[in-house]
């Protein structure tokens, strides 16, 4: 059973830069980042692939986020600058099981979930 525990959320103002973590325990392929803003519905942000070669973005965090692992110390990161209002909303690191050929942003291809991360942006 794979555990996630995310950490690093907080307040922070537009145009600021906040880096969130991801501590996983288990074998873990694919991994992502999702979030879900007040009154919206989950999207995904970005993910990476076991080894860390291949990384995907949504269109709207492209050229401000940036996810990384470090296996070695189990642990997911997303590095978030020139971070907007738009990019406030709850946080979420999940982990895929096995290789699966859905789109990164599928969620049903992640079957480990955290619990979430506040992130609130003023402007």
């Known amino acids: 059973q794979v555990q996630l525990v995310e950490s690093g959320g907080g307040s922070v103002q537009a145009g600021g830069s906040l880096t969130l973590s991801c501590v996983f325990s288990?074998?873990?392929?694919?991994m992502g980042w999702f979030r879900q803003g007040p009154g919206k519905e989950r999207e995904g942000v970005a993910a990476?692939?076991?080894?860390?070669?291949?990384?995907y973005y949504a269109d709207s965090v492209k050229g401000r986020f940036t996810i990384s692992r470090d296996n070695a110390k189990n642990t997911l990161y997303l590095h978030m600058n020139t971070m907007k209002a738009e990019d406030t909303a709850t946080y979420y690191c999940?982990?895929?099981?096995?290789?699966?050929?859905?789109?990164?942003?599928?969620?049903?291809?992640?079957?480990?979930w955290g619990q979430g991360t506040q992130v609130t942006v003023s402007s």
């Open positions: 999940a982990a895929r099981r096995g290789i699966r050929v859905d789109a990164w942003d599928e969620q049903r291809s992640y079957a480990y």
């Open positions: 288990g074998d873990t392929y694919t």
């Open positions: 990476i692939s076991r080894g860390g070669t291949d990384t």
